[in-house]
């Protein structure tokens, strides 16, 4: 395990080593991170075993010394992100509150099951949501341009062409059930997010929308 002086938020603790949880290790060492994976499966760390940067390291994730043992203590973040929701619950109560550690994100599959996440004041992303939000926005027309943390919720956006004649109001565009408007991509490149809804929009503008998906 590497050795890390102090706490910071730069030195980053992914806790579990599936798809997402290697694509989030990688991410943040792309982002010069220091970067520890921690997971109960040899297997699943061997396909980090060629990423430099990224220290792995076996072990149940609610097992104390093994959290200690990946550098809990000197980490200001925490993604915790198993294919166990009640794993991740668990996990993510442990870091926040007997670490001390607030940036901490947990993953949650079963979009039942973030009302729980919620009552526990833990922040989570639900990729079932998002793939959701995603798919239903490509069969729709729509473009998912990603999505948002804020507070304990998830916000998605999409981009989608104006389809009302052009010299409408931006405060007439349809919207699809909960969404907001947050900004419009002009033709010519220009991005305006401070919106007041009584801009005029033309053919080939298109339109971001805001929704909040938990």
């Known amino acids: 395990m590497m050795k890390r002086e102090k706490r910071s938020k730069r030195n980053v603790l992914v806790i579990g080593c599936g798809l997402l949880g290697r694509k989030i290790a990688r991410e943040f060492v792309a982002r010069d991170y220091e970067v520890s994976v921690l997971d109960d499966s040899e297997e699943a760390l061997e396909q980090l075993a060629n990423d430099p940067g990224v220290v792995t390291l076996r072990g149940f994730p609610m097992d104390l010394s093994a959290l200690r043992a990946a550098g809990i203590e000197s980490c200001g973040t925490v993604a915790v992100v198993t294919s166990n929701d009640n794993l991740n619950i668990t ?26 996440f919620d009552g526990l004041g833990l922040r989570t992303v639900c990729p079932t949501n998002l793939a959701a939000d995603t798919i239903l926005g490509a069969l729709t027309g ?18 989608r062409p104006v389809s009302e004649p052009p010299g409408v109001t931006l ?22 997010l401070s919106v007041t809804g009584h801009e005029l929009l033309k053919a080939g503008d298109r339109v971001i929308f805001a929704k909040q998906i938990d």
Request: cysteine-free; charged content about 25%; proline content about 5%.
């Open 91 to 116: 996990v993510a109560q442990i870091v926040r509150d007997y670490f001390g550690i607030q940036n901490v994100v947990a993953r949650v599959s079963d979009p039942a099951r973030e009302s729980v």
């Open 142 to 159: 729509s473009s998912p341009v990603g999505g948002v943390s804020v507070g304990k919720h998830t916000v998605s956006f999409s981009l």
């Open 171 to 192: 405060i007439s565009v349809r919207s699809e059930p909960d969404e907001k408007v947050f900004g419009v991509l002009h033709t010519d490149g220009e991005l305006e």
